[in-house]
């Protein structure tokens, strides 16, 4: 019975200490060291004149701002399974140290 009240204090310490550094990943950026970088293309504009050039331009400056946002998003996709797949191997490797002690203290092995 002491054993068990024991596994079941620690268990509840690591998902305690699990929480805290979830919070410090969302509320401070973990490795970015701040926020997430945000979207920073060129912005088109649109153009002063008529003429059948400057209209061209500021189509491929759109279609350009397109392309780049569209980079970003794929990237920004990119990161977000980089990090679900690290905070799955953190629950992995949390979960076979909780069980490798649950098993020592049943054991003794």
């Known amino acids: 019975?002491?054993?068990?009240?024991?596994?079941?204090?620690l268990v509840l310490a690591l998902v305690l200490c699990f929480a805290g550094v979830s919070i410090g990943f969302v509320g401070y950026g973990s490795n970015l060291m701040g926020r997430y970088p945000e979207f920073s293309a060129y912005e088109p504009s649109k153009p002063i004149f008529e003429d059948e050039l400057s209209i061209q331009m500021y189509k491929d400056d759109?279609?350009?701002?397109i392309s780049e946002a569209e980079r970003y998003l794929e990237n920004?996709?990119?990161d977000i399974q980089r990090i679900?797949?690290?905070?799955?191997?953190?629950?992995?490797?949390?979960?076979?140290?909780v069980d490798e002690y649950n098993t020592f203290i049943r054991?003794?092995?």
């Open 1 to 9: 019975m002491k054993y068990k009240n024991f596994c079941l204090l």
């Open 84 to 97: 679900q797949e690290a905070m799955e191997d953190a629950v992995r490797k949390v979960n076979r140290i």
């Open 62 to 65: 759109v279609e350009d701002y």
């Open 76 to 78: 920004a996709e990119a």
């Open 107 to 109: 054991t003794g092995y």
